[in-house]
């Protein structure tokens, strides 16, 4: 039976010999004549329309050499100022009905009901308050940036910023595809990382994988603009401080894109070595956005989703920090523990002992750093008036009173700049992480897309630390 | 084609009387579509317009990477979609492109609908040709024809339906414009209504000729039933590992056998990435 199977094999062997090499490229162009054949009969151009002089503008402006850049920095800066400025009112709204409303109407609801101290803390304290604390801080910023980026997504201008950093990106020894999957990582590393399929060299899918981390996720955003708001932007004057604050949030971008292309050259011209292979990118021609679907799906597919998620890990890692906060031993409680025990290294790289273990409690998402590094903060330095026990998160009906914890909790410039530093290297989120070694098949990858962006994220923490201490800044 | 009058393709009524959007529950589904073409053509707009999932759709190519399914009944019958990675050809070997091809091939879509630019007629006809050699039971959505008109492009969609041998239907699929006069060409493409004629000896020519002839006899007896030989026999000639492999392992004639009894029993079907 097989045999027969194998003759035809065989068969195909011996033809294909005597047809020589060329037959292939004939087929294509026969093909290619059909095609352009058949279209060339049905369509028909009228008065042949060039393309329409706005999009033509636009494309000079936007791919140009000179100007393609600054408009990329532009557009981000216009975004995050958006965000930044609009997030204030609804951010405030929030906090005031979870935190300073229902919080205390849900303890006192409990004690009514008489639960023991120990499980209202739990509840209350732990569970609620950090949940309350991701829903103000997040919902705000996301229900803005997640829009705006969909829009400019559905109007086109993706494949453009792709088209601007191709030259780069081969430069570095990477495919100029990356451009593209680093650009899906501004949502989601993830989901990036599933995207990296596009690219069919195996190498440089690996160095597109091995650097995702680098572009800014849904997680990290609200992080970066908050922290940018409080530490860079109160430097500003008033009115000034929306835009010193997203031209701070554009800064972080923009280091993080030369990281990427600093790995990935670094990656092809040691572990990764070849050459860099040519692709065709299509421009796709400027699309009107539609408004209300984009609303929609960003809100249902990307904010809520996010929230969710974000929502669904603050749960236990409200458990957590109120258990290490309320068990004690030897007279303090773990938490003091465990921070005075990472402060020395996180002192050398200009952070703290409460960010490290906020970014321990934190590490199944990105999402909850924020609220737990503030719990964390007042937790340890115990500021009066604030909270009602340990490890209570506490009412904060403006940005301002955040600044004012952090700063009681010894946060500095220096450890303002160099948290978003850190919340943009360090390494991806353990969804990403399974993405990757789902997608790898590979131990080895896996450990070095952690390994690499925590690495770098010290370093930098570390040489940031040094030089500013130099300077005599901190 | 053009039986409908416009106000009924947006008549409320019209539509819910006839589709029913699924979402996601493709479970004892009558009839399996494969949505094919070119990246950024709007695979996932027309997706949603179908299925009323809310794939995320955007404006750059390589977005769908993995497949995404989805379901809708028409007129009483069920039908799964599955929507594939944009590609230009089935002729090279990255990922997205073996996925569309290997489920056209062997995960035998009852209809594959072909996802066509009509501002970029030309380049996107070199998939539809390539299609059409692997499978007959094809209908062209060709989409976006409010922007081939903005830039002054007309198609005619009758010589394209008389030339393909396949149906052709005009569709906005952002506006839902067409998507009536689609499903109605699907469901009789499906049910054998409309009998699908795709040239195809056109790929052939000289001493090839010869050689795929010699070789679609052999394939032919050996398999007999299979709907593509010639395509199959060019493949071969043409050293397509995956083909070779099917060939090898037998597994070319169980597609053969689904074409033979033309049952309509739920194909589970994994795509290897």
């Not at chain 2, 039986?3 to 019209?14: A, G, K, L």
């Not at chain 2, 501002?119 to 024809?145: D, F, G, H, K, S």
Request: contains cysteine; neutral net charge; charged residues 15%.
């Amino acid at each position: 039976m097989s045999s027969s199977r194998e003759q035809i094999l065989r068969t195909a062997d011996t033809l294909r010999w005597e047809l020589g090499e060329r037959f292939h490229d004939t087929t294509v162009e026969v093909l290619y004549g059909e095609a352009a054949r058949i279209a060339g009969n049905a369509v028909t151009m009228p008065g042949t329309k060039p393309r329409l002089n706005f999009e033509r503008m636009l494309d000079r402006l936007a791919t140009n050499r000179w100007t393609g850049f600054p408009f990329m920095f532009l557009i981000l800066a216009a975004v995050f100022w958006i965000t930044i400025e609009g997030a204030n009112v609804p951010s405030a709204l929030l906090a005031e009905l979870l935190l300073d409303t229902l919080y205390p109407a849900l303890k006192s609801l409990g004690e009514g009901i008489g639960f023991p101290w120990w499980l209202n803390g739990l509840l209350f304290d732990g569970i609620y308050l950090s949940i309350a604390w991701v829903v103000s801080v997040m919902l705000p910023p996301m229900a803005i940036f997640f829009p705006l980026f969909t829009l400019a997504e559905d109007f086109g201008y993706l494949p453009r910023v792709a088209f601007n950093l191709d030259s780069l990106f081969r430069k570095a020894g990477a495919h100029g595809k990356q451009a593209l999957t680093m650009a899906m990582g501004y949502g989601c590393n993830a989901a990036a990382i599933v995207s990296t399929r596009i690219i069919d060299s195996p190498r440089e899918r690996l160095i597109a994988i091995l650097t995702n981390n680098f572009a800014i996720c849904n997680g990290r955003w609200p992080t970066l603009i908050l922290i940018a708001t409080i530490f860079i932007g109160s430097l500003a004057p008033a009115h000034l401080s929306g835009v010193v604050s997203s031209l701070a949030v554009v800064a972080v971008v923009l280091i993080g894109i030369f990281f990427t292309f600093l790995v990935s050259w670094g990656l092809s011209k040691t572990v990764l070595k070849g050459e860099a292979s040519f692709f065709s990118l299509e421009l796709p021609p400027y699309r009107p956005p539609r408004i209300w679907q984009t609303l929609y799906t960003s809100m249902i597919d990307r904010t809520l989703i996010v929230l969710w998620r974000a929502v669904m890990w603050a749960v236990p890692a409200g458990a957590v920090i109120w258990l290490v906060s309320n068990i004690h031993a030897g007279g303090i409680s773990i938490a003091e523990h465990v921070v005075s025990a990472l402060d020395p290294l996180g002192i050398v790289i200009g952070l703290n002992g409460v960010i490290l273990l906020a970014y321990i409690i934190a590490i199944p998402a990105n999402e909850i750093v924020i609220p737990t590094v503030l719990m964390l903060t007042v937790l340890v330095t115990k500021i009066a008036g604030v909270g009602s026990g340990a490890g209570v998160m506490f009412e904060l009906d403006s940005e301002l009173a955040t600044a004012e914890v952090l700063r009681a909790g010894g946060w500095t410039l220096l450890t303002g700049v160099n948290l978003m530093l850190f919340s943009l290297l360090h390494n991806p989120c353990s969804t990403t992480l399974y993405t990757i070694y789902k997608e790898t098949g590979s131990a080895k990858w896996t450990t070095l897309s952690a390994v690499i962006p925590l690495a770098i994220a010290f370093i930098v923490c570390f040489l940031v630390a040094v030089c500013s201490s130099a300077i005599g800044l901190a | 084609m053009r039986n409908i009058p416009e106000q009924c393709e947006v008549c409320p009524v019209n539509k819910d009387a006839r589709l029913v959007r699924l979402g996601a529950s493709f479970a004892n589904s009558d009839v399996i579509i494969a949505l094919a073409g070119n990246p950024n053509v709007g695979k996932s707009t027309v997706f949603n317009a179908l299925t009323g999932l809310r794939q995320h759709t955007g404006n750059w190519p390589g977005k769908t990477v993995v497949r995404a399914e989805g379901a809708f009944s028409f007129s009483g019958k069920r039908y799964k979609v599955v929507d594939l990675p944009g590609t230009y050809s089935l002729l090279s070997t990255s990922t997205d492109e073996e996925i569309a091809r290997d489920f056209i091939l062997f995960g035998q879509p009852d209809v594959t609908v072909i996802v066509v630019d009509a501002t970029r007629l030309e380049r996107n006809m070199n998939l539809v040709l390539q299609i059409l050699q692997i499978t007959n039971r094809a209908v062209v959505c060709l989409n976006l024809v409010d922007e081939a008109e903005r830039h002054g492009i007309r198609i005619d969609d009758r010589q394209l339906m008389r030339e393909l041998g396949v149906p052709v239907v005009p569709v906005v699929a952002r506006s839902g414009k067409g998507i009536p006069e689609l499903l109605r060409n699907i469901a009789d493409v499906a049910s054998g209504a409309f009998v699908c004629r795709p040239k195809r000896e056109w790929t052939e020519t000289g001493s090839l000729k010869k050689a795929v002839g010699v070789l679609a006899e052999k394939i032919g007896t050996e398999f007999p039933g299979l709907p593509n030989i010639r395509w199959v026999a060019l493949r071969l000639l043409e050293g397509d590992q995956r083909i070779i492999d099917a060939i090898r392992s037998g597994e070319l004639a169980t597609l053969a056998d689904r074409q033979v009894q033309n049952g309509r029993e739920e194909k589970e079907y994994v795509v290897q990435s």
